[in-house]
Nanobody
Framework: QVQLVESGGGLVQAGGSLRLSCAAS????????MGWFRQAPGKEREFVAA????????IYADSVKGRFTISRGNAKNTVHLQMDRTKPEDTAVYYC????????????????WGQGTQVTVSS
């Protein structure tokens, strides 16, 4: 069992930066890939970014390429999402996820999910 807790969400003006973090507890010795997803009201949950356990592979949604950066801590039990040059359309609840099948864009490939953290980008 793995528990994930996100932090760092909040209000930011368009063009500004925000750094989300996700801390894992429980069976953290397993080699989990980590991903970030987001969901806005009335919309389906969408992929944002993912990173392999070792950090050598990263994938991004086209909508955030060049603006967001995903990274892992040295202990591999934390993952971060650096959000730069934010846009109002980035407003959503952001969820951290962990999975044993590698980095994927499909949320069905992830086994554990955090509670989500609200990110609001004002225009």
């Amino acid at each position: 069992q793995v528990q994930l807790v996100e932090s760092g969400g909040g209000l930011v003006q368009a063009g500004g930066s925000l750094r989300l973090s996700c801390a894992a507890s429980g069976r953290t010795s397993s080699r989990y890939a980590m991903g970030w997803f987001r969901q806005a009201p009335g919309k389906e949950r969408e992929f944002v970014a993912a990173i392999s356990w070792g950090g050598g592979t990263t994938i991004y949604a086209d909508s955030v390429k060049g603006r967001f950066t995903i990274s892992r801590g040295n202990a591999k039990n934390t993952v971060h999402l650096q959000m730069d040059r934010t846009k109002p359309e980035d407003t959503a609840v952001y969820y951290c996820a962990a999975g044993s099948l590698g980095a994927h864009r499909d949320p069905l490939n992830y086994d554990y999910w955090g509670q989500g953290t609200q990110v609001t980008v004002s225009s």
